[in-house]
């Protein structure tokens, strides 16, 4: 299993074709959910989430392996080929898992798109689950999420990082805050067999 993408040396600095949308949506007057940049050729198309799926569609055409999100503040990306095999190897295992938790929502995300392109449906097959609850979060498909009190981590590193410049030792600069389970659609109970 990669343990990080082996396509990097594909990456070229690229104009987005379409910066005002998925290409093939505006030339069919169709809608998209969220938007994909090809990072080969600059295509723009709709994610997984939206009917047509034109950045996957994009990538089984042209076999381009990487795109970033085109949406306003987000700039994660996705290796298709890499992150496709991860999934693919998590349900080809003899007791595949229920739930996938990712790190954050991005990588989530991510792994709800490699999902449906191996024709797996979330949450009927496997459920996902983020961790963060960005404001993407709870928009389509509605990912579930760990929520943390993200300010009052920003104080306390504050706080921790004055007290050890102090002297104070690294045991006395420790603390466990609550989280929230924000449950939402991306998960389900276990399937039983």
């Known amino acids: 299993m990669p343990q990080k993408c082996t396509h990097l040396d594909q990456i070229k600095d690229v104009e987005p074709k379409t910066p005002q949308g998925c290409e093939e949506c505006l030339e069919s007057g169709d809608s998209w959910v969220h938007l994909r940049l090809c990072l080969e050729c ?14 996957t569609k994009h990538f089984h055409a042209t076999q381009h392996p990487i795109m970033q999100s085109f949406q306003p503040g987000e700039d994660w990306r996705w290796c298709y ?4 095999e991860v999934c693919r ?11 996938i938790v990712a790190g954050d929502a ?9 999902l449906g392109n191996l024709g797996k449906r979330v949450p009927e097959d496997m459920s996902v689950v983020g961790f963060d609850d ?11 999420t760990v929520r943390q ?4 981590v920003g ?22 805050l609550p ?15």
């Open 42 to 55: 600059g295509h723009v198309g709709c994610c997984d989430s939206s009917k047509n799926k034109h950045a």
């Open 81 to 84: 080929v890499d992150e496709i």
């Open 89 to 99: 190897m998590l349900i080809a295992l003899p007791e595949p898992p229920t739930a």
């Open 106 to 114: 991005a990588s989530a995300f991510q792994a709800i798109e490699g």
């Open 134 to 144: 960005c404001p993407a979060a709870a928009n389509f498909p509605g990912l579930t």
């Open 149 to 152: 009190p993200a300010e009052e």
């Open 155 to 176: 104080q306390l590193a504050g706080q921790f990082v004055s007290r050890l410049l102090e002297g104070a030792p690294a045991s006395e600069c420790r603390v466990t």
């Open 179 to 193: 989280v929230e389970l924000i449950i939402r659609a991306s998960t389900a109970s276990p399937r039983s067999e």
